[in-house]
T-cell receptor, first 114, second 111 residues
Framework: SAVISQKPSRDICQRGTSLTIQCQVD?????MFWYRQQPGQSLTLIAT?????????ESGFVIDKFPISRPNLTFSTLTVSNMSPEDSSIYLC???????????FGPGTRLTVL | QKEVEQDPGPLSVPEGAIVSLNCTYS??????FMWYRQYSRKGPELLMY????GNKEDGRFTAQVDKSSKYISLFIRDSQPSDSATYLC???????????FGQGTTLQVKP
């Protein structure tokens, strides 16, 4: 397995502001992903974070709202921009390790937008 | 129709019971199947990973895949109160790494 850390673990933000979430993996990584888990719901993939290039977004998610960076193999950031209360969710990063098909998840960032 | 269907429960069982959790799927391209356990306010923890039809056992947990029926199961033997959590099935076709999750089943094991 891998140790995946996220910062911050939680935050309360005002409408219209932006928050950047960091994800760090302690092992060799081939792929990194960002998911959203809305209250009482399952996980939905936002995008695949690509090293050194633009992320690949899923239907319903756009770069202007959720810009993602991945400057190196083991680190990625997700920004939630111009937030509204509907963005209140848990945001999770995951990683697929070199030589494995399994995905491991970070502890999540619990975001509340007022 | 969702690609992955999972009964959300809640499921309540007495301690020591055998628990059966199930998911069905519609996409025959799915090759890899995972079960995650998620405790309240925590990230999902990988429990089991399989990629072929048949059974895989790990301690009290057994994962079963039936590709012909597009049906996967997770069995928990001798269930414990510490097994109380939400269990999520997930699967992907392998080439993209993208995981499609079921809705999750909430399990409560009563002492």
């Amino acid at each position: 397995s891998a140790v995946i850390s996220q910062k911050p673990s939680r935050d309360i933000c005002q409408r219209g502001t932006s928050l950047t979430i960091q994800c760090q993996v302690d092992s060799q990584v081939t792929m990194m992903f960002w998911y959203r888990q809305q209250p009482g719901q399952s996980l939905t993939l936002i995008a695949t974070a690509n090293q050194g290039s633009e992320a690949t977004y899923e239907s319903g998610f756009v770069i202007d709202k959720f810009p993602i960076s991945r400057p190196n193999l083991t680190f990625s950031t997700l920004t939630v921009s111009n937030m509204s209360p509907e963005d209140s969710s848990i945001y999770l990063c995951s990683a697929r390790l070199a030589g494995y098909n399994e995905q491991f998840f970070g502890p999540g960032t619990r975001l509340t937008v007022l | 129709q969702k690609e992955v269907e999972q009964d959300p429960g809640p499921l309540s069982v007495p301690e020591g019971a055998i628990v059966s959790l199930n998911c069905t799927y519609s996409n025959s391209a799915f090759q890899y199947f995972m079960w995650y356990r998620q405790y309240s306010r925590k990230g999902p923890e990988l429990l089991m990973y399989t990629y072929s039809s048949g059974n895989k056992e790990d301690g009290r947990f057994t994962a079963q895949v039936d590709k012909s029926s597009k049906y996967i199961s997770l069995f928990i033997r001798d269930s414990q109160p510490s097994d109380s959590a939400t269990y999520l099935c997930a699967m992907n076709p392998g080439n993209t790494g993208k995981l499609i999750f079921g809705q999750g089943t909430t399990l409560q094991v009563k002492p």
